[in-house]
């Protein structure tokens, strides 16, 4: 069991980081635009979308402790700078 939960863990945050990587390199997709993150987790792509320029950004998850660190991430500005519009963070029963 733990080793599926591990697994899984493990892919969600590769997949986070290959989307933000895409993002950067694409940033003519968000720049503008409203980005809504559905169980961000940590927040990468949602934090790069702010980053790229992103009009508005929301950053949902349905852990509170997920949403606890989406909070400090964004506060130090994700890794990929501080973005001009800081994202709206929300904690959703889905």
Known sequence: MFDDVTSTIHQSLH??????RWLSRHPELVV???????????????????ACGASRVALTDVDSNAVRNLAYNARRGGGVGLPSHPPQLQALIY
Do not use: C, K
């Open 15 to 20: 997949r986070g980081v290959v989307l933000s």
């Open 32 to 50: 503008g635009r409203e980005v809504l993150e559905v169980g961000a987790g940590l927040g990468a792509p949602g934090l790069t979308a702010a």
